[in-house]
T-cell receptor
């Protein structure tokens, strides 16, 4: 079955420290992969996406992610975290089953940033 | 370009009632997908509308229904509300059903069923 796993429910980092959020997926074909961020009480904002080409993708707000097919991973990174990055982060895979297109989301990682 | 607008932002309903949630899609987008996000969970796919027709459905019962209008706006209707329907309902629009360029999400409607 297609699935997305985000093994870390909560992560706390100090402002200025580096960040890596983990995402593992299960999908038979070449996946479309996404990272979204959700601030409290808000919808989801697209940070970056991958569907072909260079396996290191750059996104908004200084985020990047690397697609590793051998590890079925698409981890999100940022070299220096800002207090405004505190939010919940969701990894998703685009799925097509019997003509139905949808995203399968992980359960999210809540990021706390210490001043 | 305008984003995705959802209304209302918050709603409280009683078990057994019916509710209608509304969504205006982003300009240029012809596909609307609805997701349910329970507390502490990732969004779950409810269904998708493309050119005014349902174009795929997730594992939700028939009391969840929808519409898409000629201007690509959309409604989500839920009948016979249950306590477990309490969640954030997210509308997402895209250029096409595959959405490989990503969705644009609205801010959601927070539904509380009491």
């Amino acid at each position: 079955a297609q699935s997305v796993t985000q093994p870390d429910i909560h992560i706390t980092v100090s402002e200025g420290a580096s960040l890596e959020l983990r995402c593992n997926y299960s999908y038979g074909a070449t996946p479309y992969l996404f990272w979204y961020v959700q601030s409290p009480g808000q919808g989801l904002q697209l940070l970056l996406k991958y569907f072909s080409g260079d396996t290191l993708v750059q996104g908004i707000k200084g985020f990047e992610a690397e697609f590793k097919r051998s590890q079925s991973s698409f981890n999100l990174r940022k070299p220096s975290v800002h207090w405004s990055d505190a939010a919940e982060y969701f990894c998703a895979v685009g799925s097509s089953t019997s003509g139905t297109y949808k995203y399968i989301f992980g359960t999210g990682t809540r990021l706390k940033v210490l001043a | 370009e305008t984003g995705v607008t959802q209304s209302p932002t918050h709603l409280i309903k009683t078990r057994g009632q019916q509710v209608t949630l509304r969504c205006s899609s982003q300009s240029g987008h012809n596909t609307v997908s609805w997701y349910q996000q329970a507390l502490g969970q990732g969004p779950q796919f409810i269904f998708q509308y493309y050119r005014e027709e349902e174009n795929g459905r997730g594992n939700f019962p028939p009391r969840f229904s929808g519409l898409q209008f000629p201007n690509y706006s959309s409604e989500l209707n839920v009948n016979a509300l249950e306590l477990d329907d309490s969640a954030l309902y997210l509308c997402a629009s895209s250029y096409d059903p595959v959405a490989n360029y990503g969705y644009t999400f609205g801010s959601g409607t927070r539904l509380t069923v009491v």
